[in-house]
């Protein structure tokens, strides 16, 4: 039976003034899967999270998540997973406090939470921090206080808006674990990032946005196999999508090349 399809948005646009942050995106998400979402600051990525998570609601478009229209089901984000791009945490309370605050209020079984947060916070290594000011803490150890909150009730569909930033590379590396055993219960995961090597790192398959569309889509080996036989990127694939140049532009500066 093929994966089922946890969200999908269908020719969604979303305008601010002038600026066309989301230009006609579709996409399907699906049981099981790592879609990277891929793209250089500004193409849409933050725009379209947020609009699956129901904070915006589209100019135009249909979106669907978990069989509802986020915006106007606000229950469906009790089954996601959602880290923000911009960190909003709680200052003046410690991580076990937060923690314990969520738990609370998504109604998580007690002896299941704290085995589960025992889980997130010795293999993430937030241990000796629990206890301070979330205010004290380190970039990093903030990321990683969000990135336990989006895990912590073990979401259907996790939405992860740059979740690498601000990690040092073993604790990246102890987070992708995190994802491939969400991944293989069933879990449904969007991963954005501006960093080509992430993508290829992490997900099973890869959307790349540019101003506010999608250009390429694909198996990651595929989509990056493309764009580095630039010859055949240019025969081939502009003939099929008429965007090989546009493909090829991206990842160059996703590269850091451009
Ligand atoms: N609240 C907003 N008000 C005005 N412009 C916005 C707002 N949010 C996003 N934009 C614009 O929409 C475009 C897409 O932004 P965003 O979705 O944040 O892209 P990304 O996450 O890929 O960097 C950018 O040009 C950005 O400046
Ligand atoms: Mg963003």
Known sequence: MPAEVLARARDVRKSYGVVKALDGVSLELREGEILGLLGPNGSGKTTLIKILMGFIRP????????GMDPYDNPDVRARIGYVPEELALYNSLTPKELFDLVARI????PAAYARRLDLLVSSLGLKDRMDDLIGSLSRGNKQKVAII???LHEPDILLLDEPIVGLDPAVARIFKELLYEMRDRGCAIMFSTHILEVAEAICDRIIIMHKGKVVAEGAVEDVLKLAAREKTLEEVFLEVTGKAHEVYEVIKALRGEA
């Open 106 to 109: 998504r109604r998580l079984e």
């Open 149 to 151: 909150l989006a895990l």
């Open 59 to 66: 100019d135009s478009g249909y979106v669907e998540v978990l």
